[in-house]
């Protein structure tokens, strides 16, 4: 993947740069040239199983989508870009809503400058870095948009640091003030929306924010620090990836790459635990030298505090913000709420790593319209998702009983209880999309090169199998069940994959993708997806935008419709180089949606010689005022 000087590692990029774990680095290298380009290219690299399973009915795709046939689509399908701007079908525009640096509040109407970017005494008064899942509530009819900023990039914001690294308390400071979540209340504006500067909705939540932790590991020893003996309370939510929405409308953020924020200003032993989940060795942007809440050799607990679903209230700005620790501690990507037929609350998760799981939790109550959701996501059994090759899957409990472990331990060390019960590895579990004329859901496993090479960081098996059919997977796929008895709170499910990944202009095999894909519409690392209201599933790439060699024809990052019905998908949107496109929500009246632009490498979308680039959230609407959502 090329990088521009400016751009930094994405986060991923970083975790598995850094990431301590047992035989990577030797061995990747060995793997990394075994599938260069040229060797890849030359068929070099065995295909494993994944060919073999191809043809065998896992595709439920049964018309091929046609480059330049009819499509039930209410859009002409765009070509790809590799330049620098947001391109948008024929009868739709876009604009930006949002920039990183933008004032909520009026007194930090002048806190970004390119030059400087953000100064750090207004850092917790405008618009967060590196936008990811996001979601629009009415309030009072008022509309609310609440938005994760996943990470910062310390090169932009820190100018001053050529590597990148703060070395001083105000830069860290200002980069744990650019990172959470932001609410904000938007207002129609001329070309689409604008942000309501100033309104009593704004609010800025940081690493600092206190919250609660509420749910079985609430004061577990495993969350006892110095700062908090009860194991009740924690400051920070962070590496706020994907999104959910609660059916009772408060917004759910997913706490991500977690692991990276965590260092140790001495010797510290990583613990089974610390390298299941890649804590250790020094941070990503130096905090633990700063405060020794992020430093292990002082507050080795303080990691068991994140990586939660953290539930917020944006109708209230002085609303605690509640970490919901039922539902496990992992590398959360988003939260898909949905409710079953009994009544009980349903949420699928994923959490994204080479090799982990998909999970669900279901309440041990009812929920209904009205009530309240008191408990609703405190009490209720987690559940890992297991595969199996007959196109049938299985949720496995995670219970002491299942897993030899106390609740809290399974709670805190999910992954570990996973492992425990023999639930299936995944390639990288990205977000969950429910049908909402449907009882199936949907999951973007974005890619894996570890496939079929190595266990994941738990010593599980990973070899191809059904679901994830091809070694070295560089394109990723989307798996989708339907449950059992029309109910998402079933244990057991049918599943297909509803479209694999591939470039058929390189490929002639299992790497070209399933038949939904060709040279029109082809894409690699489905990430972020959401359905809307008319049943269309929404796709959206955090791949590589060379297009080059194995990844030649798909240019930059893009967004995608598809068609759950015949299995067409045609390409929507493309993002600036660099960027990838994360998050979708629709304005209340459906007619604008909105998209994030996540670390775009060029000058997007302040154009001009020397401007830094600013990921930003767009707004996106038909010319003639149709409805989209
Ligand atoms: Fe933050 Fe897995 O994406
Ligand atoms: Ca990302
Ligand atoms: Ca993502
Ligand atoms: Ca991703």
Same mark, same amino acid.
């Given at each position: 993947m090329k990088k521009t000087d400016i751009v930094d590692l994405s986060w991923d990029d970083f975790d598995e740069m850094r990431d301590p774990r047992v035989d990577t680095n030797g061995f990747d290298a060995v793997v990394d040239r075994a599938v260069s380009r040229r060797g890849f290219l030359g068929g070099a690299l065995a295909f494993g199983s994944g060919a073999a399973v191809m043809g065998t009915g896992l595709f439920s795709s049964t018309t091929a989508a046609k480059a330049d046939g009819h499509m039930k689509f209410a859009?002409?399908?765009?070509?790809?870009?590799?330049?620098?701007?947001?391109?948008?079908?024929?009868?739709?525009?876009?604009?930006?809503?949002?920039?990183?640096?933008?004032?909520?509040?009026?007194?930090?109407?002048?806190?970004?400058?390119?030059?400087? +970017?953000? @100064? &750090?005494?207004?850092?917790? $008064?405008?618009?967060?870095?590196? =936008?990811?899942?996001? %979601?629009?509530?009415?309030?009072?009819?008022?509309?609310?948009?609440?938005?994760?900023?996943?990470?910062?990039?310390?090169?932009?914001?820190?100018?001053?640091?050529?590597?990148?690294?703060?070395?001083?308390?105000?830069?860290?400071?200002?980069?744990?003030?650019?990172?959470?979540?932001?609410?904000?209340?938007?207002?129609?504006?001329?070309? +689409?929306? @604008? &942000?309501?500067?100033?309104? $009593?909705?704004?609010?800025?939540? =940081?690493?600092?924010? %206190?919250?609660?932790?509420?749910?079985?590991?609430?004061?577990?020893?495993?969350?006892?620090?110095?700062?908090?003996?009860?194991?009740?309370?924690?400051?920070?939510?962070?590496?706020?990836?994907?999104?959910?929405?609660?059916?009772?409308?408060?917004?759910?953020?997913?706490?991500?790459?977690?692991?990276?924020?965590?260092?140790?200003?001495?010797?510290h032993e990583a613990t089974a635990g610390e390298v299941r989940y890649g804590i250790g060795g020094e941070g990503r942007y130096a905090y633990e030298k700063f405060d020794p809440r992020y430093d292990l050799s002082q507050e080795p607990n303080e990691p068991n505090r994140h990586g939660f679903v953290t539930e917020i209230n944006p109708a209230d700005p002085t609303s605690t913000p509640i970490k919901r620790s039922a539902l496990g501690r992992f590398k959360h990507e988003n939260a898909e709420m949905v409710h079953a037929a009994d009544g009980r609350v349903v949420v699928y998760m994923g959490d994204d790593e080479r090799g982990e799981y998909l999970y669900k939790y279901v309440s041990t109550n009812t929920w209904a319209m009205g009530t309240s959701p008191e408990g609703i996501l405190d009490d209720g059994t987690l559940y890992a998702a297991k595969f199996n090759d007959d196109l049938t899957g299985e949720w496995l409990a995670l219970t002491p009983e299942t897993t030899g472990m106390s609740m809290a331990e399974i709670l805190c060390f999910t992954r570990m209880a996973a492992s425990a019960v023999g639930a299936t590895t995944m390639d990288r579990p990205e977000w969950v999309a429910s049908n909402p004329l449907k009882v199936e859901a949907y999951c973007a496993l974005t890619n894996n090169k570890n496939r079929g090479v190595k266990p994941n960081a738990g010593g599980d098996d990973t070899s191809v199998d059904a679901v994830n059919p091809r070694e070295t997977n560089n394109?990723?796929?989307?798996?989708?069940?339907?449950?059992?008895?029309?109910?998402?709170?079933?244990?057991?499910?049918?599943?297909?994959?509803?479209?694999?990944?591939?470039?058929?202009?390189?490929?002639?095999?299992?790497?070209?993708?399933?038949?939904?894909?060709?040279?029109?519409?082809?894409?690699?690392?489905?990430?972020?997806?959401?359905?809307?209201?008319?049943?269309?599933?929404?796709?959206?790439?955090?791949?590589?935008?060379?297009?080059?060699?194995?990844?030649?024809?798909?240019?930059?990052?893009?967004?995608?419709?598809?068609?759950?019905?015949?299995?067409?998908?045609?390409?929507?949107?493309?993002v600036p180089y660099g960027a990838e496109v994360t998050g979708l929500c629709w304005s209340a009246d459906k007619k604008t949606g909105f998209v994030g632009v996540q670390h775009p490498a060029g000058t997007w979308p302040d154009m001009g010689e020397g401007n830094k680039p600013r990921s930003s959230v767009v707004a996106f609407w038909r010319t003639d005022g149709a409805t989209i959502g």
């Open positions: 859009f002409k399908p765009i070509d790809i870009a590799t330049d620098d701007l947001i391109h948008v079908p024929t009868g739709y525009e876009s604009n930006v809503l949002v920039r990183w640096g933008d004032a909520l509040w009026s007194d930090a109407k002048d806190a970004f400058t390119h030059e400087n +970017g953000v @100064a &750090v005494e207004m850092s917790d $008064k405008v618009f967060g870095e590196n =936008t990811d899942g996001m %979601e629009l509530f009415e309030v009072d009819g008022k509309q609310l948009i609440t938005v994760n900023s996943e990470y910062v990039n310390p090169k932009v914001n820190l100018p001053a640091e050529a590597e990148g690294m703060p070395r001083t308390a105000d830069e860290v400071q200002l980069l744990k003030n650019l990172q959470g979540v932001t609410v904000m209340e938007i207002a129609p504006a001329a070309q +689409g929306f @604008a &942000v309501v500067v100033d309104s $009593k909705y704004n609010r800025r939540i =940081t690493h600092e924010t %206190e919250m609660l932790i509420a749910g079985p590991l609430a004061g577990s020893d495993l969350v006892k620090t110095n700062a908090d003996p009860e194991g009740k309370t924690v400051k920070g939510t962070m590496n706020n990836c994907g999104s959910g929405r609660t059916l009772w409308d408060t917004y759910l953020t997913c706490e991500e790459n977690f692991n990276g924020y965590f260092g140790a200003t001495s010797e394109y990723g796929q989307i798996v989708r069940w339907t449950p059992d008895d029309e109910s998402h709170a079933a244990d057991t499910f049918a599943w297909d994959l509803y479209v694999m990944a591939g470039n058929p202009d390189v490929y002639d095999n299992a790497y070209a993708g399933s038949d939904n894909v060709n040279a029109g519409n082809m894409f690699n690392s489905p990430d972020g997806m959401a359905f809307s209201s008319d049943g269309m599933l929404w796709i959206q790439t955090d791949g590589d935008y060379s297009n080059e060699g194995e990844f030649e024809g798909m240019g930059n990052n893009q967004m995608l419709v598809g068609d759950p019905e015949t299995g067409e998908i045609a390409r929507f949107m493309t």
